[in-house]
C-alpha cells in the first residue's frame, strides 16, 4: 500500500488596518455593517478619468508584517493591473502586484505535534480589495446587487511555499499568522468578518517523491475550524482519487459546512488570462533602507519569540503560553506583571492571568482595556498572597473587588479585614473548637469517613471567615484528627 | 493572415465584446494586418534595453492616511442603470 | 459677424477690465457664433448655453466690485476672468454631460471635475460647451465619434483631424478663443496643423490627467488650442503644475512663460530630422515646412540636421502600447455603475452586448488589438518589446537635445484629407500620425502651429518639439515666428 504525503500552500489575503483606503481617501469602513455604498468616491468607484494615489500607511503596515516574517524587501517594486471582469470590480482590474513584489523569501515558524518547523513564504504584496457582490431571490426575482463601500480598501497578500503536510499544520499556520498580524497591529485577522482570507492550495504525492501533484484550491473558508475540516477532506478525497488509479483534475472548490464536503466551483465563462501589465498610473514605489530600519527597530517581540521565552526563560507549561500568546493585549498585561513582581514567581502570575483574570473578564464582559486593575496592582496582589499576607482564597475574592473597584490590594484588604491569620495558637484554639462542637462528625471520622476532612476544614474556614492561613488549619487538623484516630483526646 | 477567427473570437470573449459575424471577420483582417505591420519591432535589438513603463516620475507619491468623506450615496448612485436598495443592481452571476 | 469674436485674449480681458464691454457680451457674441456656425461645422457635443450665461454674469459682478474698489491692481482678479473657452469631452466638468464621443457613456454626468479644467475655472473662464471627440479620443479625423462627424472650417469636405478635432474646428472658425484637447498620439498638433490653428501637447506628466478620462495612460496629455503662440501659453501656464491627485503628474516648477515683443530667436539651435521628410508625404507641406525652419533662421537660430533612427518603430511601438493600456481603461465600460446598459438575461450576456452595441468600431479594434498584445504568450513578444523600443525612441530624442534646443518638423504628411477618405482603412489611417506619435512615445512637449497653406486653401502646419519640462522655449520661437508670419491670423470661409 502506498503511502502519500499532502502537500499544502496556502494564499491568504489580510484586510489592512488603514484609516482610509488604499488608492482614494475614502474612510474604511466595517462592510458588513455599514450602509451600502457610503464610503465611496469617484476613485473607487472606477469612475473614467480618476486616479490611484497609494496610501503610505499600507506600505508601513505590510513592511511591517514582511519584516516579521524575516522577508527579504524590494527597495523598488511596482504595482501592475490584473485584468478581469467581475460587477464587484470597478475598473475592470485589479490594482495588485505581480512581477516585482514588496518582498519575498521569509519564513512563518509554526508548533506542530513534532515541535517547531519553519514554513516558507515565497512572497507578501499589497493589492486592493473588490466590492461585495450579494445574490437575491425574491418576489419571483433574481438578481445581484453590488456595494462599493469595500472597494478599494488595502489587502496584505501573503504566499507561502507548500511546505505544509497537514490539516493540523494548516490551521496552525493560520493561526500564527493570525496573532502575528494582531500583534504587529496590521490587521483584525477575523475570518468572520472577511478581514483575514484563506484559501488553501493542496496537492498528494506518493511520500519521498519530489515531483507536484495537481492543485485543488478551496475557497470561501470562514474560520479555523473549516479550515481545518476542508483540507482534511480534501487530502482524504486526492489520496483516495490516487489510491484508485484516478486522477485529479485542476480546480477550484468551495466548501460545504453544512454536508463538510468540498464541491466543484469551476467557473465556465471566465477565461484566466489576467494579462498583468506595470500600472501605468502608478510609479514604482521605493521604501528607502532608513524607512525599512526604523520599522525594523521598532517591531514588538514576535509571538513565537514570545512562546519560546515564556516557556524557556520564565519556566511557563506550554499550554500556558501558547494561551497568552493567543491574546497580544493579555500577553502585554502579563508581561507588565512580571516586571512589577517582587516576590511570586511568573509562573504563577502565567496561572493566575489565564485563569482568575480571564474568568473576572468573561463573567464581567470586560476586556483588558476597560479593566480597572493595573498590571503593577495584579503584581501587587500575587505578592501579598506569596507573603501570607492573605491566603489564596482570599485573594481570588480580592482580585474581583479590585476589577470592580479599582482600588489596590492593601485597601480592601485593610477596609474588609481579610488579613491571613496565621497565629498557631489562634488556630489551635479554632480547629479544637470545631472538632468539640461536632461530636457526631467526629464519631463518622474515627470509623473511617476520611471525607469529612474537607468537611471540617471548611467548617474552620468557616469560623475564621476564610482568614486562617490554610496551610497551617491543614496541618493542625490533620494533627489533631490523627490524635483522636489514635484514641488520645 | 496572422489571426484565426478562433482567435479573434478567443480575444473578443476575454474582452467581453460581443461581435456579429461580420465584425469577426472584418476585425480579423485588419487586425492581421497591424499585427503583421508590428511584427516589424522584433528586428530591434533590445537584448540590454529595459522597457519605458513611466516617462516621468522616478518614484510614486505616497498619501497620508487621512480618511476624508466621499461622494454622497445619492451620487455614488447617479448615473447607474438599475439601482435597488442603495446597491448597483445587476442581472444574476450565477448561471441560470 | 461681431467684431469680439476677432479679438485675442488679451484683448477681450483688458476690453473688460476698461469696461469697454461686459463679460456678458463677449459670451454672447461666441454663443451667436456657435449657433451661426453648428449646424455646418457641428463641433460640439453638448452646449451650454445657459450655464455660459450665468458664469459670464458672476464674472462681470466680479469686474464691477473690482472696479468699484477701484485702487486693487489687476492681480486682484483671475486671470482669465469671463474669457470663453470650449472643453474635450474627454474631460470631466462635474454637472455637465461627459460622453468621450461614445454611446456607451451617453448620459454620463460626472460628479467632480478634472483638475485642468478646475484650475481654469479657478482663472474665471466661462465654459461653452463640450467638444466633439474621436469615441474615447482614438482616432486621427473625428469621424469616430458616434455624434457625427466635425468639419473642418476651411473647408466642410475635410476633416479638422482628430481626435480633438472639435476644439480645433471651434477654434479656428472663431467660435471660441481657446479648447482644450488632449493629446496622446497626436491628437491636438494634428487637428491644430489642420484647422489652421495654434496647439500645445505638454510633456506628459506637466499637467494633471485627473478627470480627464484615460485612454492611452502612459502617453494621455491635456493641452489646449488658441488662435496664437502667445494666448496658448496662457492657458497653458495656468494649467500646468503638480497635482496630487495624480501620481504620474511632475513636481517640476512650470517657469512663467516671456514672450518678448521684438522677436530674436539668437541662439536658438533648431534640429531639423531626415527621418520625418519622408517619400510619399505632400511637397507642399515639406516645402511649408522648410520655409518656416529659414524664417527662423532669418530671426537668428541655427539650423543642423539630427538623427532620430528608431522613427520608423514609432507606429507599431504605439499601436501595441495605446490600445494595450485603452484595453484596461475602457474594462470599466461594462454597464454596472454608469454609462449605457444592453438589456439583458444573465450578467455575462449584458456585459458583452453592452459593450459591443456601446463601443464603435475604432475602440473595438483597439480594445481587439490591445487585449492580444497583452495575452498569455504574447506579451513577451508584443508589449514588452515594444516597451523597450519605446526606450530607444526615446533616447534618440534625449540625445538629440544634447546638441539642439528645439527640433522641428512637419505635423502630418498631407493637410486634412477627406471625410471618408481613410474609413475603411484603419492602417493608412493610422500612418497620418507617424510624425507626432514619437513626442508622445517619449513624453516631450511638442507645439503645432500654422506655417502655410495648400494651393486648395488648406492649413498647413509645423511642429516643434523640445526636451521635457522646456515648453518655454517651443512658446518663445513659435511666438516670434508668428510676429513675423500671419499665417496664423487667416480667417477660415467659415467663421462668424
Known sequence: MVAFEAVIGLEIHAELLTRSKMFCSCPVVDSTQAEPNVAVCPICAGMPGTLPVINRQAVELALRVALALGCQIHPVSVFARKNYFYPDLPKGYQISQYEQPLAVNGILPIETESGWREIRIRRVHLEEDTGKLSHVHADGEVYSL??????????????????????????????????????????????????????????????????????????????????????????????????????????????????EITFSQRSKEEAHDYRYFPEPDLPPLVVTPEWVESIRAALPELPWERQRRYVEALGLAPAEARLLVSDPALADFFDRVVGALKRAPARMAATWVTGELLARLNEQGQTLEVLRLSPEGFADLLDRTVEGQINLNTAKGVLQEMCMSGKPAVQIIAERGLEQVSDPEWIARIVAQVLRENPAELDKYRSGKSTLFNWFYGQVMRLTRGKANPQMVREELTRCLEDQVRGES | MSLTLAEVEHIARLARLELSEEEKIRFREQLSAILDYAARLQEVDTRNISPTAWTVNVQAPLREDVPAQGLPTSEVLSNAPQVQDNQFRVPPVLEG | MSELTDLSVPELLAGMRRGDFSAVEVTRAFLRAIECLEPSLHTLITFTPELAVRMAEEADRRYRAWRHEGSSTE??????????????????????????????????????????????????????????????????????????????????????????????????????????????????????????????????????????????????????????????????????????????????????????????????????????????????????????????????????????????????????????????????????????RAPAERLWEMFDRTRGNGFGAEVKRRIMLGTYALSAGYYDAYYAQAQKVRTLIRQDFLDAFQQVDVIACPVAPTPAFRIGEHTDDPLAMYLEDIFTLPANLAGIPGLAFPAGFSATGLPIGMQLMSAPFREEILFHTAHAYQQVTDWHTRRPPLTP
Open chain 3, 75 to 340: 492681480a486682484a482678479l483671475p486671470p482669465l476672468l469671463g474669457i470663453p473657452i470650449m472643453i474635450k469631452d474627454v474631460l470631466c466638468l462635474k454637472g455637465v454631460p461627459c460622453t468621450c464621443g461614445s454611446r456607451i457613456l451617453q448620459d454620463f454626468v460626472p460628479p467632480y471635475t478634472a483638475t485642468a479644467v478646475q484650475r481654469l475655472l479657478d482663472a474665471g473662464v466661462v465654459v461653452l460647451g463640450k467638444t466633439n471627440t474621436d469615441e474615447f479620443a482614438m482616432g486621427s479625423s473625428t469621424e469616430n465619434s458616434a455624434f457625427g462627424a466635425t468639419r473642418n472650417p476651411w473647408n466642410p469636405e475635410h476633416v479638422p483631424g482628430g481626435s480633438s478635432g472639435g476644439s480645433a474646428s471651434a477654434v479656428a472658425a472663431r467660435m471660441t478663443p481657446a479648447a482644450l484637447g488632449s493629446d496622446t498620439g497626436g491628437s491636438i498638433r494634428q487637428p491644430a496643423a489642420y484647422c489652421g490653428v495654434t496647439g500645445i501637447k505638454p510633456t506628459y506628466g506637466r499637467v494633471s490627467r485627473y478627470g480627464l478620462v484615460a485612454y492611452g495612460s502612459s502617453l494621455d496629455t491635456v493641452g489646449v488650442f488658441a488662435r496664437s503662440a502667445a494666448e496658448t501659453a496662457l492657458f497653458f501656464s495656468l494649467m500646468a503644475g503638480h497635482d496630487p491627485l495624480d501620481s504620474t503628474s511632475a513636481r517640476e516648477p512650470v517657469p512663467p512663460v516671456s514672450l518678448p515683443d521684438t522677436p530674436n530667436l539668437n541662439g536658438l539651435r533648431i534640429g531639423v530630422p531626415e527621418e520625418y521628410f519622408i517619400s510619399g508625404m505632400s511637397a507642399e507641406v515639406e516645402q511649408a515646412v522648410r520655409n518656416a525652419i529659414a524664417q527662423m533662421e532669418h530671426l537668428g537660430a541655427t539650423v543642423q540636421n539630427v538623427r532620430l533612427p528608431h522613427t520608423g518603430y514609432a507606429l507599431p511601438v504605439y499601436y501595441l502600447i495605446a490600445p494595450a493600456e485603452a484595453s484596461a481603461n475602457l474594462a470599466r465600460y461594462d454597464g454596472v455603475r454608469f454609462g449605457y
Open chain 1, 146 to 259: 453590488v456595494d462599493l463601500n469595500r472597494a478599494g480598501v488595502p489587502l496584505l497578500e501573503i504566499v507561502s511555499e507548500p511546505d505544509l503536510r497537514s490539516a493540523q499544520e494548516v490551521r496552525a499556520y493560520a493561526q500564527t499568522l493570525r496573532i502575528l498580524l494582531r500583534t504587529l497591529q496590521a490587521s483584525s485577522g477575523d475570518m468572520e468578518k472577511g478581514a483575514l482570507r484563506i484559501e488553501p492550495n493542496i496537492s498528494v504525492r506518493p511520500a519521498g517523491s519530489s515531483t507536484l501533484g495537481t492543485r485543488v484550491e478551496i475557497k470561501n473558508l470562514n474560520s479555523f475550524r473549516s479550515l481545518e475540516r476542508a483540507v482534511a477532506y480534501q487530502i482524504e478525497v486526492q489520496v483516495g482519487k490516487l489510491s484508485r488509479g484516478e486522477v485529479v483534475e485542476q480546480e477550484t472548490v468551495g466548501w460545504d459546512e453544512a454536508q
